[in-house]
């Protein structure tokens, strides 16, 4: 299943179901889907969702070399970019941010 975020500050976007849901965690939220952050509590999620993605583990040398080259894993930062740019992008324009299931 996917979800999809959308702000009138920046271009909607999908991701699956459960990064979006780890995502949603990370920056304080309960993970409901559908539901949406106030303009006024977009910093406060963005602040959150950046602590939370300082202290994700990263793969160690020892498992990255066990991986194939073709198949790198994506990390979690790398997931949440999107999100993060929304973010920021509705902080400065003062806008809403909202997902829903597609």
Known sequence: MLVT???GAHSEF???IDIAEDLLKMMGHSGTIPSALAA???SDALKSLKKALE???GSSEEEASSEEEDDP???????AYPLVEMLIA??????TVMWYKE
């Open 73 to 79: 894993e994506v990390s979690m930062s790398g997931r």
């Open 90 to 95: 509705a902080v400065e324009d003062e806008s």
């Open 40 to 42: 006024k509590d977009v």
């Open 55 to 57: 202290y994700e583990p």
């Open 14 to 16: 999908t991701m699956f």
């Open 5 to 7: 975020f959308k702000s």
